[in-house]
């Protein structure tokens, strides 16, 4: 029977339920009536779809819905009732292995498309209250799942490629960026400015706080910044926490009292923009308290394991960046305890970090291009590689302890550390570690080495001065490795 | 796409004659019949309210050119043919029909789109440049004359269909159109078979029959070797676009011209002429491919890095269709750019764009030491890889050289104590003398001294008792440190993306 569309719709109603409302006009179908979908397509017809809606909104006695209310929402399910007969006949193109590449993904798309505008007509209209915004989350969540469908299934028809995901709708890789450039994305732009439409209608909300469209806000900006990362225009994404940003105090609420996901969703992308526009101090603020949240939610709902293994997933995501962000802000490395949590941070981030622990240069250098299609893919290549600044730093703090001690000036003084240091110790070392500091003819570029130690002072790793001309590297005798005790 | 400021103006033609037509030795004598058809045009009895004399003018033209490339000025019977005005009428109400009278389908031919312009049509949506959109209009002034001799023809023509399409259409077409259109068919089949048309076609005519898309973009029938810029702000028509073999020929020339007087101007105002030119008859081969390296690398050599983006932007995509070129070269030169203008976002999308064999390549190779020398600070390294650059990306590190001396300073100025000799900076920062012939250590010393003495280093510049001359980093610290970020603030070059 098609009745639990409409029992959930009038519970919904009654209890200014918005996320059991969402669930009427969604896609997936809820787990307590998987056939949902071909039910409500089976219930009516193309041609009296509109009648029998009106039966059901606006002369049901279970609902208490106002004569515009009801028609708008008989214009939303009317739209949906098309979408589900798109979407039907989509998946079971899809699913049918020889007819996979006749599914009208694109078409699933516009129909969707429309469902989009007529709940959108019914809040720009005012006449959806600010409880019921889940319908925008949904609405605005499948644009862009659908559009990437529509946008991968106009790519694969041309690569004749077909993969069979188990769901309809599959979710792939939804945080990475879009690397493969010969992919088009026109569907998803066009999803990103609908998107971008829902987002200016909550943001232009005037009602008061309690009664307002604003509580929308993060979710809708965090599908956005999700879009616009996989179109690879991140910077779009500023335009949005500028706009969030430019609200006043007491013209939005505080992003604490959101639901947590946004928060920590919010968080992390913020997190991420920051660390590609290189201000890793915002970078490391934002992403902490994403982490610290994530962290926290992880210990109430453990028992769940779904919700585990997405958190899983979520903190890796953040420490996928807070690593490499920690490594520049104040030269930490992760601890093995940490890696040793998630296989994919282990192989992301132990070879490195133990090259550099190691002050391997050689190790270093493996690690950077073994792991490179994947650090370029998320973009930390670049800050990674800067890693090896605190690796020569390491090297050089090695050379200085193993020179030891001078003898004692004084009796009775504590002996001090040899703070000269021949600049052919460094280049003994450098070259033991594998730094190419050859000069091409089995030498020693003994400018090469002057370089680096000189590149060492200049960014801090490093008290001291070269004296070229004794060749030597003369040492500060307090603190001359600031941040690690020597 | 093409957005350069630059605009050239070139005076808009205005006469009937056309002025480059070498094979038309007889340009000036047009026959009897064409300038009694002109009279009648331009007979006050003949017009047409609402049609202005200017319209009728330039279809005037439009139609005699059409006659006299198709080399059929003799062969139409121009008593008979429809004035400029009548087709113009024709056209308007065939216009107001379709975008009225018809309820369902907005265009009757939509319903039977032929092959090939409908694979036009995905083409035009795609390349999406506003340049270049050819209407159905553009296509009709194309169209083989002999189509134009019969009123009921016209119909045809506006669909903008060629002769071939025609062909494969013409069952349908009798079903659809008025009968007065199929007369017209029928009429038009037996002129050709009777030799209607010159037993030599035109090679524009025989070149359009034969290219696998007959209904595609427009084909210039310009002749000139030589055309300079001028920003469209409306379709073109054909007479003034050269057609491939011509664009050919015209690259030749100006590469000759180039080696021969190094005019850059002319140079670089002929290639974007050039550009256009391909751009607007969908030109994508190799000729597309060598004309924008070409540009590319003189804009290069003559530092004018707006245009040199805008062909390093065109060449991505044009090695992406796999025409050949040197993919190499241009990939190096766009890691060195990127460098230039500091671009983290680029850098990284050039990066995750990389192919492994690309970065096996010696050129791409050296691009990438570049890159991560800089990255770490190793301006040692740095400055070896730029006296040993291959291709022309001198050039290009020639526009990050000073600056990078710069940072070099700074960072060396903090690490030395308490000097150090002028020689050693010389050498370190890569200054060279080979300009001046076989190496002189007094003229790099000299060229090493005017830079530090241009940045404020003067006063540091220590001359000793055995003429060596030091430098005092551990004092100059503070004045380097200050030219390096001034050198890095701000990167602007007009055209970028």
Redesign the interface.
């Known amino acids: 029977m098609s009745d639990s569309i409409w029992t959930d719709f009038a519970t919904a109603q009654a209890r200014e339920d918005g996320y059991l409302l969402a669930t009427t006009i969604s896609p997936s179908r809820p787990p307590s009536d998987p056939a949902r979908l071909y039910n409500y397509l089976r219930w009516t017809n193309a041609g009296s779809v509109q009648t029998d809606l009106r039966y059901k909104l606006q002369y049901n006695p279970d609902l208490h819905l106002d004569k515009k209310e009801s028609s708008n929402w008989l214009e939303v399910f009317t739209a949906y009732y098309h979408f589900t007969a798109r979407l039907l006949s989509a998946e079971e193109a899809q699913n049918t292995s020889q007819r996979a590449r006749e599914a009208d993904w694109n078409g699933v798309y516009e129909s969707w498309k429309d469902v989009l505008n007529a709940v959108y007509r019914g809040y720009t209209s005012d006449v959806f209250d600010a409880w019921t915004i889940p319908c925008l989350y949904v609405v605005a969540k499948y644009m862009r799942i659908f559009a990437i469908k529509a946008d991968e299934s106009a790519t694969a028809a041309a690569q004749r490629e077909q993969r069979d995901t188990g769901m309809a709708f599959g979710l792939q890789d939804e945080d990475g960026?879009n690397?493969s450039?010969?992919s088009k994305n026109e569907k998803l732009e066009d999803a990103a400015r609908h998107i971008n439409r829902i987002f200016a209608l909550c943001l232009g909300d005037r009602s008061p706080l309690e009664d307002s469209r604003k509580w929308a806000l993060y979710y809708i900006a965090n599908l956005l910044f999700k879009t616009y990362f996989r179109l690879?225009s991140?910077?779009l994404s500023k335009n949005i926490l500028r706009s969030l940003s430019a609200q006043a105090a007491g013209e939005l609420p505080p992003l604490s009292r959101f639901p947590k996901a946004h928060q920590v969703t919010f968080k992390y992308y913020s997190g991420v923009i920051a660390f590609?526009s290189?201000d890793y101090a915002a970078a490391e603020e934002h992403l902490e308290s994403a982490y610290k949240m994530c962290l926290h939610s992880s210990n109430d709902s453990a028992a769940q394991t779904a919700t585990a293994t997405a958190t899983t997933r979520n903190r890796d995501l953040i420490l996928t960046y807070l690593i490499p962000t920690k490594l520049l802000t104040s030269h930490r490395l992760p601890t093995p305890t940490l890696l040793s949590q998630s296989p994919h941070l282990t192989s992301l981030f132990a070879p490195i970090t133990s090259a550099i622990k190691h002050a391997d240069l050689r190790a270093f250098t493996a690690a950077l291009e073994s792991g490179?299609d994947e650090f370029?893919?998320r973009?930390i290549?670049?800050t990674l590689?800067?890693g090896?600044?605190i690796l020569l730093r390491n090297l050089f703090r090695k050379v200085f302890i193993a020179g030891g001690f001078e003898a004692a000036a004084k009796e009775g003084e504590a002996p001090a550390r040899r703070t000269r240091v021949p600049v052919w110790e460094f280049a003994a070392a450098l070259q033991m570690r594998g730094a190419e500091v050859g000069d091409g003819e089995g030498g020693v570029?003994g400018?090469?080495v002057?370089?680096?130690?000189?590149?060492a002072?200049?960014?801090n790793f490093m008290k001291g001065?070269?004296?070229?001309d004794r060749g030597i590297v003369?040492l500060s005798k307090a603190g001359a490795f600031p941040g690690t005790g020597v | 796409m093409q957005t350069a400021p630059a605009y050239t103006p070139v005076a808009a033609r205005q006469t009937l004659q056309r002025p480059f037509m070498p094979a038309q030795p007889q340009k000036q004598a047009w026959p009897p019949a064409v300038r009694g058809y002109v009279g009648r045009a331009f007979d006050p009895e003949s017009m047409i309210p609402g049609i202005e004399g200017p319209i009728v003018a330039e279809r005037l033209r439009d139609v005699i050119t059409k006659a006299a490339e198709a080399r059929q000025l003799d062969t139409i019977d121009w008593s008979t043919y429809p004035l400029p005005q009548v087709l113009i009428k024709a056209e308007r109400e065939q216009a107001a029909f379709h975008g009225g009278a018809i309820p369902v389908p907005a265009n009757l031919y939509s319903l039977l789109p032929p092959p090939n312009v409908q694979a036009w049509a995905g083409q035009l949506n795609k390349r999406k440049n506003d340049e270049v959109e050819t209407t159905l209009e553009e296509e009709d002034a194309i169209t083989p004359p002999w189509k134009k001799k019969n009123k009921g023809n016209l119909e045809d023509r506006m669909s903008g269909k060629s002769k071939a399409q025609e062909k494969k259409q013409k069952k349908i077409i009798l079903l659809h159109a008025n009968g007065f259109g199929a007369d017209s068919d029928v009429l038009a089949k037996r002129k050709q078979r009777f030799g209607m048309t010159t037993p030599e076609p035109s090679p524009y005519l025989s070149s359009r029959d034969d290219s696998p898309e007959p209904a595609g973009p427009l084909v210039g029938t310009c002749q000139t070797i030589e055309k300079s810029y001028f920003r469209l702000t409306a379709p073109p028509s054909p007479e003034v676009v050269r057609p491939f073999a011509v664009l050919e020929k015209a690259l030749n020339h100006i590469r000759r011209k180039w080696r021969e007087e190094h005019n850059y101007n002319f140079a670089c105002d002929q290639l974007k002429s050039m550009r256009q030119d391909l751009t607007v008859q969908h030109i994508q081969n190799e000729l597309t491919v060598k004309v924008y390296e070409c540009h590319a690398r003189i804009a290069l050599e003559m530092k004018d890095l707006g245009e040199y983006n805008q062909c390093q932007t065109q060449l991505r995509t044009l090695y992406k269709m796999n025409l050949g070129g040197n993919p190499e070269e241009f990939i190096a030169y766009r890691i060195l750019y990127i460098i230039y203008t500091c671009n983290r976002t680029d850098m990284n999308n050039v990066l995750a764009d990389l192919t492994s064999a690309d970065k096996q390549k010696p050129g791409v190779k050296h691009a990438l030491q570049v890159r991560s020398a800089l990255a770490s600070g190793n301006y040692h390294r740095f400055f070896r890889l730029y006296l040993s650059a291959p291709f022309m990306g001198g050039y290009l590190l020639d526009m990050i050289i000073q600056r990078e001396r710069l940072a070099a300073m700074a960072a060396m100025c903090r690490a030395y104590k308490p000097d150090v000799s002028l020689n050693y900076l010389a050498e370190e920062l890569a200054f060279s003398s080979d300009d001046e012939g076989p190496e002189d250590p007094d003229a790099t010393q000299r060229q090493c001294l005017e830079f530090l003495c241009l940045h404020g280093g003067e006063p540091f510049v220590e001359r000793k008792e055995h003429g060596t001359v030091r430098f005092q980093t551990g004092k100059a610290m503070a004045v380097f440190e200050g030219a390096r970020a001034a050198a890095f603030r701000g990167v602007d070059i007009k055209g970028q993306i």
């Not at chain 1, 002057?450 to 590149?455: F, P, S």
């Open positions: 960026f690397t450039s010969n690879n991140v910077p590609l290189e490179e370029v893919k973009r290549y670049l590689e800067r090896r600044d570029d400018d090469e002057e370089c680096l130690v000189a590149n002072i200049y960014k001065y070269i004296a070229r003369v």
